[in-house]
């Protein structure tokens, strides 16, 4: 499919880039050792909060291959989503805008429907126009990114669609509220890993890794699907974990007292359980336990094609990146699942690893996915875009403490954001009610200090980096879209008004 512009293009660029690289690696010495251009690694976790060994978020959660992922390179320990949903989180990093400048926040639009967007050069075609293969299978878009014809247009080879594989023929945790959806289930459930999506899509990518050519750089995508919910697992992984209540999140359960109602309305009407049905029906810590399994289970996943990258003698010009598209809650501010804008629900793990990264790095400053673009087009030597609104995050990969001039920016519809600087995090919904959590003493981000008037120097700081740009929903915007209309203060959930007397569902 790539045509031959593209491909001398790419060897004009690769001609550039292995000088550059050359020059890079032997500083001083006299002699450029050229090397070609880095292939790219590409791996995204569906639904993967922080969970995550070396990240903290759960100080049981095992996941040694990701960890000694990080070690061999670098890790961002407080970066974001731009949107903490699926389809806006993705199409954000994909094409390198803000949801607030594409206007897409909900499950639809796919955003090539959108006209503006219809041209859009996404980041796999940025680099199969330099001259790169590119593959993927599992979920990198969310949806058919435009059916099995038009999805040649975004990569090039397509391989499992991965996701939920092996299930039982019926709901393993019975009823649920709010509609009884089919996803939301979990648990203990015997079947062969070797049926799982995921499975498949790591036996897949190990293929490509090993069949790949040897003169032509490759962007190779996996996307894994768990622990996005249904999380079913078999039993070596639930093994890993107590059934007992440390697998349980740290949580208060006075802390939505001081959060404002308007924080209720981001996630008002959802197929995800409450903590309070959590807790009558017995289900906590079997959602909890199921997720660290998944989770686990995800990890050994990637540890199969990382060791694979390593048997092909590819670890060594592969740069590999591992994202998560946005966190999950699984009880912590009464709620699981996405649809916030705290920590809970923005934090991810983002990994950077290979040629010109670092190694060991912890990097404490913000960090957003939105980064990844300019990143990978940086450390590949591709050409610079103007038009991409994430910042390279080249000076941390090479310095973990170097300085970085801007916050996380986390939306979730238009006129609800969050910042999170290297210390605080700030929230600020459509009605003017805001947020102010300082992670110094407060991690969990239970005591709201919005109100408190020592804290006006900091609000002002973070209420400055409020995006600009703030659209309302794209044509064809559905699926956990809220609007708000101010003079009559009236919030619209999926299309139904919401009066500030109406009862929270449950
Ligand atoms: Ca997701
Ligand atoms: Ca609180």
Not at 46 to 57: A, C, F, K, S, Y
Not at 334 to 345: A, F, P, Q, R, V
Not at 378 to 397: A, H, K, V
Request: aromatic share 10%; charged share 25%; hydrophobic share 35%.
């Amino acid at each position: 499919m790539r045509s031959a512009f593209g491909c001398c293009l790419g060897l004009i660029a690769w001609l550039a880039c292995a000088a550059h690289v050359g020059a890079v690696d032997s500083p001083g010495s006299g002699r450029a050792t050229a090397r070609p251009r880095p292939n790219v690694l590409f791996i995204a976790i569906d639904d993967q909060n922080d969970w995550i060994g070396h990240l903290g978020g759960h100080p049981l959660a095992k996941t040694p291959h990701l960890d000694r992922l990080a070690a061999r390179g670098t890790t961002f320990l407080n970066a974001h989503c731009q949107a903490p949903l699926c389809n806006p989180s993705r199409t954000s990093l994909l094409v390198g805008l803000r949801p607030t400048t594409t206007g897409i926040y909900g499950l639809a639009p796919w955003f090539r429907d959108v006209p503006a967007f219809k041209k859009r050069v996404t980041l796999p075609q940025q680099f199969r126009g330099e001259g790169y293969r590119t593959l993927t299978a599992g979920k990198i878009f969310h949806g058919g990114a435009g059916g099995p014809r038009g999805r040649t247009e975004e990569f090039e080879s397509w391989g499992p669609g991965g996701g939920i594989g092996a299930k039982p023929s019926a709901k393993l945790i019975g009823e649920t509220p709010m509609g009884n959806h089919p996803a939301m289930d979990w648990g203990l459930f015997p079947h062969r890993d070797e049926d799982k999506g995921d499975y498949q899509v790591a036996s897949w990518a190990i293929e490509q890794l090993r069949s790949a050519p040897k003169d032509e750089p490759f962007f190779l995508a996996a996307g894994f699907f768990l622990p996005h919910v249904p999380c079913y697992a078999t039993q070596q992984w639930f093994d890993l974990y107590p059934d007992d209540d440390r697998v349980l999140p740290v949580m208060r359960d006075d802390d939505r007292d001081d959060t404002p109602r308007f924080a209720w309305y981001l996630h008002w009407n959802l197929p995800e359980p409450r903590l309070k049905w959590l807790r009558e029906a017995n289900q906590w810590r079997n959602l909890a336990r199921s997720y660290l399994a998944c989770t686990s289970f995800v990890d050994a996943q990637i540890g199969r094609v990382l060791v694979a990258l390593e048997e092909t003698g590819l670890a060594e010009n592969t740069i590999v990146v591992v994202w998560g598209d946005h966190g999950w809650h699984i009880g912590e501010k009464s709620i699981t699942g996405k649809n916030s804008l705290w920590d809970d629900g923005t934090r991810v793990p983002l990994i950077f690893a290979g040629p010109g990264v670092s190694k060991g790095g912890r990097v404490t400053q913000p960090a957003e996915l939105l980064d990844i673009y300019p990143t990978l087009v940086e450390l590949c030597g591709l050409p610079p875009r103007d038009d991409l609104e994430g910042i390279s995050l080249g000076p941390q990969l090479r310095e973990a403490a170097a300085p970085r001039a801007r916050p996380a920016i986390t939306s979730h519809n238009q006129g609800n954001h969050s910042v999170r600087s290297e210390r605080w995090r700030y929230i600020r919904y459509a009605d003017g009610s805001e947020e102010l959590y300082d992670h110094l003493v407060d991690a969990h981000e239970w005591v709201n200090l919005a109100s408190d008037p020592g804290q006006t120097a900091v609000l002002e700081e973070h209420r400055r980096w409020l995006p600009k740009i703030d659209l309302p929903p794209a044509p064809g915007s559905a699926q956990r879209v809220l609007t708000y209309d101010a003079t009559r203060d009236e919030a619209t959930w999926e299309g139904r008004v919401v009066t500030r007397t109406d009862a929270i569902p449950e």
